[in-house]
């Protein structure tokens, strides 16, 4: 009886593991997409801080959809910041590591919101 009891529960955790794997991407591509709002939207600096709100959301959609690309550690990195000041230096690492591939990749994508 407590063969079969353990044998379930251990049968249950691997399901639970199957499915929190699978869906761990969705989630983190989800509050990353926040993230990357909440970091582009509080620039105080720079020339993203002097656009429209408007162009701003634009901005944000146009970095988001570039970055869907972009390897699900990367964003789970940044996500796993203990504060914002952490999470937006996070991002700038990630965007700006490997001779800068994000950061090309989002002026080739975006670079007309921002002109």
């Known amino acids: 009886m407590a063969e079969k009891i353990i044998s379930r529960t251990a049968a249950a955790f691997a399901v639970l593991a199957i499915v929190t794997a699978s869906t761990v991407p969705a989630q983190a591509g989800g509050s990353f997409s926040a993230a990357v709002e909440r970091i582009l939207m509080s620039q105080k600096e720079g020339r993203?801080?002097?656009?429209?709100?408007d162009k701003k959301r634009a901005l944000v959609a146009c970095v988001n959809n570039v970055l869907t690309a972009m390897p699900n550690g990367k964003k789970r990195f940044v996500l796993?910041?203990?504060?914002?000041?952490?999470?937006?230096?996070?991002?700038?690492?990630?965007?700006?590591?490997n001779r800068a591939e994000w950061k090309q990749k989002i002026a080739r994508g975006c670079a007309h919101i921002v002109v």
């Open 80 to 97: 796993a910041a203990t504060s914002f000041d952490e999470m937006e230096s996070r991002f700038g690492k990630v965007v700006m590591e």
């Open 48 to 53: 993203v801080s002097t656009l429209s709100t």
